[in-house]
């Protein structure tokens, strides 16, 4: 999938990285498609710093579309990961900055959850 993103669009992996606000102010969404359950630190981080996530179903992080502050989807269902990122690529400014501003409340109040 990410090989066929490449030739439309930039995709960018980074390793371990000091400046981690440059990194998620520079990219409009995380896109972690994970095998094994995940807590991600990265989608926490993602989140916190105003942007949205696209993950696989298998991190606790599975209700966000609940909250406007990304998706969470079954690695099976590999066509909805493609509409998901073109709409992620058509949105307009108003949105994905609606979208922004909900990824870090949803986070602030799951983390503040007891139920989590």
Known sequence: MLDELKN???VNYYGYHEDKQHIFHNN????????DE?????????????RPCLLSNNTPWNDN???NAG????????YR??????????????????V???SKKYALDKL???DY
């Open 71 to 78: 998706y969470s989807i079954s690695l099976d269902k590999k």
């Open 112 to 114: 503040k959850s007891s």
């Open 81 to 98: 990961f493609k509409k998901i990122l073109k709409n992620f690529f058509l949105m307009d400014q108003y949105k994905f900055d609606k």
């Open 38 to 50: 995940n807590f991600g630190h990265v989608i926490v981080e993602s989140f916190l710093h105003f």
């Open 65 to 67: 579309e609940l909250y």
């Open 8 to 10: 439309k669009h930039s």
């Open 100 to 102: 922004c501003l909900a």
């Open 28 to 35: 409009h969404l995380l896109f972690l498609p994970t095998l």
